[in-house]
């Protein structure tokens, strides 16, 4: 399989949106999730994070080209070579996880963005660096919003983490292998 971190592989059934001015180009491989719900959710993401973090909401224009949502082995991606950002289908639409969550999520990417845009591809050496990065703007959305006690939460115990554990090399074949596993789990597969 080819690394998923080179981008959207475009061969199942794809919708073109616009969500908040906002292109987002989703795939749902899955008939229980309803696609509305999934756009929904992402626009009241994005909503929070216009209202609570406005200047990083107009830095999203500058950063991702369009929004991905779809299948994959992680809450959030972002690609480089395209400037897409990834947002996971069923952490998408999942009401476990809150909408602060989710726009946390998008920030976290939006720093990678950035950080891309400003600096190119980094060395793995500085991943750990770039991670904590991301993290802390996690943290600082989180304490702005209303209901971030969760991101609060986690980018706190990931900046706590020593550096192979906040930035750690991820198998991106398995991670899909697992996500296939699920999927055939829940009779999708």
């Known amino acids: 399989m080819e690394n998923p971190m080179d981008g959207p592989d475009g061969e199942e059934p794809t919708q073109e949106y616009e969500v908040r001015g906002f292109g987002v180009r989703l795939t749902n491989t ?5 696609s509305r719900d999934v756009l929904h959710r992402l626009a009241g993401a994005l909503d929070l994070i216009a209202r609570h973090a406005p200047r990083r909401f ?8 369009r929004f991905v949502v779809r299948r994959f082995p ?3 991606a972002f690609f480089p070579q395209t400037g897409e950002c990834l947002v996971e289908l069923t ?3 999942n009401p476990r996880h809150t909408l602060a969550e989710i726009a946390a999520s998008i920030v976290h990417e939006a720093t990678h963005a950035r950080i891309a845009a400003r600096f190119g591809p980094l ?9 904590r990065l991301c993290r802390q703007a996690e943290l600082e959305f989180g304490l702005a919003v209303p209901e971030g ?17 906040v930035a ?11 996500v296939a596993e699920v999927d055939a789990e829940d009779g999708l597969g």
């Open 168 to 178: 750690p090399t991820v198998d991106w074949t398995e991670g899909a292998r697992r």
């Open 30 to 34: 899955r008939p229980d999730i309803d």
């Open 58 to 65: 107009g830095r999203l224009r500058h950063d991702i080209q």
């Open 123 to 131: 060395p793995r050496s500085c991943r750990a660096r770039e991670e």
């Open 149 to 165: 006690a969760t991101v609060v939460a986690r980018a706190r115990q990931a900046l706590a983490m020593a550096d192979r554990d």
């Open 91 to 93: 952490f998408t639409v």
């Open 74 to 76: 992680c809450r959030g």
